[in-house]
């Protein structure tokens, strides 16, 4: 019996091992798995970023602060015009099977991106570059393209126009280069991991798919000697409570989100593993501005907006794990100052009057009720967002109808312009105002609500084309006051990055557009 | 008994036939499609994306290149997982899925048989009560209820076992959910065990081997088990095909990467050729289990031959 006994201890000891014992192998829980490892074929979202960010190294990269620094290349120039950027490669910059990044290596990634057949989901991204679109619609030649090598170590890349913010879509991971010596030799399954070479500070190892990707250190990458850790595995983490588990239980160092109802139970209890800070995404209702639908007229758009308030969403319903606003772009985006949606700040009883002259003004009463679908994604944080918003509505005699369906079908209708108001966020594909405003212009696909205003097309072709920094603010602040004033949608909150972090860790540093390269980051014993 | 056999599996074919076919349509009518989602793409992204799975194609078109190409034993490409193919991620799955759902089958059947004969031969004693009230507790709380709890109390509390993770199988990986999966079905098992028991207690041949003199142990073990175990036996079937590939919510809560898992996911992101790829899979799985099941009661049953 005693043996039995110890012979179980020991078994429960050894078991319990691997849950104590702290190898310098980061683990990170993210909540969903890359589409690919190749760049051209991922969607972008959190853990693309997470996995291919820690893979490869574009021509500029992350800081740990989130700012923009070199890369692959050591320092850039732009033309007087602004249409030519030249880039310089380092000369150490290698592929983990020891082979030289070169600059056709960018030339390359650049044209599969781009290419048709390829079907790159964020290819729009590159468009920037000189025929890009055109050749992403097959109508121009890929050799067109507005990139070319010079020697092994320099590259230019040619604009259709000026594009203040180039470096830090060269930090995107759709500018990430490919190993062209295997992407000739292999096609699309380069990305086998037999065959792939990565330049970033990590090399995968093994990928279970739904379990679990591993990484070790690259030791052709030209900064190995100041990475600490010997790899890095992303577990695929799908359930958030299971996440925290598995971090609560040491299982894991990083989990990439965590449910923002319990931010304050976390707080108490997690302490400064929990972090929690501003991000660049907003979540939004979008209200749709196209014929035979009440919100086309600006003054039901305005009343709906002046009855929201947003604080006590955030406060009650998020657990205060986000930031109230009013505006499109959110606070943090470089070279952009905040604006506010005209009004909406106000005392709550004068907005509620204001709002209830707007309907009358509009023909809606207690005779002429106004009855409004809402659409949202299934989701228990949207459907709490919704019955909150009706409930603020329904004093100005609204009726709101709810419909949820699972994402892909959300879209779908809401796509379709099949809704009055539908929830929506967007969260920034690199640090610029009109990454957000972007999804305002009438010939955007993600301009759900269907705005149309000349001003403020016409305010954003401007901005694009303006070169002068400050100029381009000014331009992109007037657009959006264009866009609040017409109350072309319903601004919520600006969402929060939300992470848990072993407090044991250094080098992860919080920052707005929530990337965070794992070279940084060491692991105290 | 191959003639049998050979039989039902060509039975199978129009079966699975139907199965693939109306999956196909059905997936296809389903609103949304695979490239709906948060970031509405460019009209010209969309339709490079259209092409590159032909799914520009007219849609009776569509079904004859994935019958042709199923013919060929190819599944597809997955939509979403676009480095690994449909069949790469079956193979990846299914071993796990049937590791997982092996092991809660076999510990329902080595724990659920004897709590079910125990409860029949101390039929409405305390011991009956017991075990089958504790029956009746597995049964109404719902394993994605006690995954978590178990997590959180053996794992995090503890610190005995991961809460999650497959780690290649490893056995402390595997109790968690192997338990978790199996409760539900051991008391299933040990309730219908108790019931079939007490039947063939019941019956003549059980009167007759007690009146030739046979001690209870021979009467139970020799005579009333095998026959008591037939409507277990019938259970088995679906249950291991749906134990090995619908335990998604264990897959999900623990994080295995299982095939219950892709079909799910496969279904939310309309990832066509995968939710085909494993419907096709499980048809074939349910096709052969009950194959397997009928064969298996010719040895439980001596009254059942399957004679050429």
Same mark, same amino acid.
């Given at each position: 019996?005693?043996? @039995? &006994? ?35 074929? #991922? ?13 490869? =190294? ?48 960018? #030339? ?16 729009? +991204? ?30 230019? &890349? ?19 280069? !490919? ?5 000739? =030799? ?29 990484? $070790? ?32 239980? %040491? /299982? ?47 003054? !039901? ?6 009855? +929201?308030?947003?604080?006590?969403? #955030? ?22 100052? &905040? ?30 009720? +106004? ?15 919704? #019955? ?61 609500? %269907? ?7 016409? *305010? ?19 657009? =959006? ?45 | ?31 949304? %499609? ?21 799914? /520009? ?12 190409? @199923? ?39 080595? *724990? ?32 994605? !209820? ?17 809460? %999650? ?53 021979? $009467? ?12 277990? +036996? ?13 335990? !998604? ?43 397997? &099941? ?13 004679? /050429?």
């Amino acid at each position: 019996m005693n043996r @039995l &006994v110890s012979g179980c201890m020991a078994a429960a000891l050894i078991w319990s091992l691997p849950l104590t014992v702290h190898a310098a192998t980061l683990d990170i829980g993210i909540y969903g798995e890359p589409a690919s490892l190749d760049a051209a074929r #991922v969607t972008g979202a959190v853990y693309d970023n997470d996995v291919l960010g820690d893979l490869f =190294e574009g021509l500029v990269t992350l800081a740990p602060d989130g700012d923009y620094q070199p890369g692959v290349a050591t320092d850039w120039s732009v033309s007087d015009d602004g249409l030519t950027w030249t880039f310089n490669l380092r000369d150490d910059a290698r592929w983990s099977d020891g082979k030289p990044v070169t600059a056709d290596d960018f #030339v390359l990634a650049f044209q599969r991106a781009l290419d048709p057949k390829v079907a790159s989901i964020y290819a729009n +991204l590159l468009y920037p570059l000189k025929n890009a679109a055109a050749i992403n619609r097959g109508e121009a030649n890929i050799d067109t393209l507005g990139v070319q090598a010079e020697g092994d170590h320099r590259l230019h &890349v040619e604009l259709h126009q000026p594009t203040a913010y180039l470096p830090t879509l060269m930090a995107h991971i759709i500018a990430s280069p !490919v190993p062209s010596h295997l992407v000739r =030799e292999y096609g699309n399954d380069w990305t086998r991991l037999e065959h792939i070479a990565t330049n970033g500070a990590f090399m995968p190892r093994r990928w279970v798919s739904h379990d679990h990707i591993e990484t $070790v250190k690259n030791p052709h990458f030209h900064d190995a000697d100041s990475v600490t850790l010997e790899g890095v595995n992303y577990y695929l983490v799908e359930d958030l409570n299971t996440g925290l588990s598995r971090f609560r239980s %040491g /299982d894991l160092d990083v989990m990439r989100d965590f449910d923002a109802s319990r931010y304050q139970w976390l707080k108490d209890n997690l302490g400064n593993a929990v972090h929690l800070h501003n991000q660049l995404s907003t979540y939004y209702y979008a209200l749709n501005n196209r014929e035979g639908h009440p919100t086309s007229d600006v003054r !039901v758009r305005e009343a709906l907006n002046l009855a +929201l308030r947003r604080d006590i969403i #955030v406060e009650k319903v998020l657990q205060g794990a986000a930031n109230a606003t009013s505006a499109l772009v959110p606070d943090g985006v470089a070279h952009y100052d &905040v604006q506010t949606m005209p009004g909406v700040d106000g005392d709550i009883t004068a907005r509620m009057n204001k709002a209830r002259a707007l309907l009358k003004d509009a023909g809606y009463g207690p005779e002429h009720p +106004l009855d409004l679908r809402l659409r949202f994604n299934s989701r228990d944080d949207h459907r709490r967002i919704a #019955v909150a918003a009706a409930a603020m509505w329904k004093p100005l005699g609204i009726n709101i109808e709810m419909v949820n369906a699972e994402a892909n079908v959300h879209y779908a209708e809401i796509a379709r312009g099949d809704f009055d108001i539908a929830r929506a966020s967007w969260v920034a594909d690199f640090d610029d105002a009109s990454n957000f405003l972007g999804i305002l212009a009438s010939d955007n696909t993600k301009n759900y609500g %269907g705005y149309h205003s000349d001003k403020f097309d016409s *305010l954003l072709t401007q901005a694009a084309a303006q070169p002068d920094p400050d100029q381009r603010q000014q331009l992109l602040e007037q657009a =959006e006051r264009q866009a609040l004033g017409d109350y072309a949608m319903a601004p919520i909150y600006a969402d929060a990055a939300r992470n848990l972090v072993n407090p044991d860790m250094t080098g992860w540093e919080d920052n707005a557009i929530n990337r965070h390269l794992s070279r940084w980051i060491s692991l105290n014993p | 008994m191959l003639s049998y056999i050979a039989k039902r599996l060509a039975m199978a074919i129009p079966t699975l036939l139907i199965v693939i076919t109306a999956s196909f349509f059905l997936m296809r009518v389903a609103p949304g %499609g695979p490239f709906d989602g948060e970031r509405q793409l460019p009209p010209e992204i969309e339709a490079n994306l259209m092409a590159a799975y032909h799914l /520009d194609e007219p849609l009776p078109m569509q079904y004859l290149r994935y019958m042709g190409n @199923l013919l060929q034993g190819d599944f597809g490409p997955s939509f979403k997982y676009k480095d690994f193919s449909v069949t790469d991620l079956i193979a990846q799955g299914f071993p796990v899925s049937l590791e997982l759902g092996g092991l809660a089958i076999a510990l329902a059947l080595l *724990l659920g048989i004897p709590m079910g004969v125990m409860a029949a031969l101390k039929r409405n004693t305390t011991v009956d009560y017991l075990l089958m009230g504790t029956a009746l507790g597995g049964i109404a709380v719902p394993n994605f !209820v006690i995954a978590p709890l178990m997590a959180l109390f053996f794992g995090v509390m503890l610190g005995w076992l991961p809460v %999650g993770g497959w780690n290649g199988g490893a056995l402390p990986n595997l109790v968690l959910p192997v338990v978790a999966l199996a409760i539900q079905q051991i008391a299933y098992i040990a309730r219908m065990m108790r019931a079939s028991m007490i039947e063939v207690l019941g019956s003549h041949f059980i009167r007759t081997a007690r009146a030739k003199g046979l001690n209870e142990r021979q $009467v139970i073990w020799r005579h009333a088990l095998r026959p008591a175990m037939l409507p277990v +036996l019938s259970y088995l079937g679906p249950a291991i095909a749906g134990i090995i590939t619908g335990s !998604v919510v264990i897959e999900q809560i623990f994080g295995l990467p299982g095939i219950g898992r892709y079909f799910v996911q496969g279904a939310l992101n309309r990832d066509y050729t995968l939710v085909m790829g494993t419907v096709v899979f499980y048809g074939i799985l349910i096709v052969l289990m009950n194959l397997i &099941v009928d064969l298996l009661y010719s040895l439980f049953d001596p009254q059942i031959r399957y004679d /050429d």
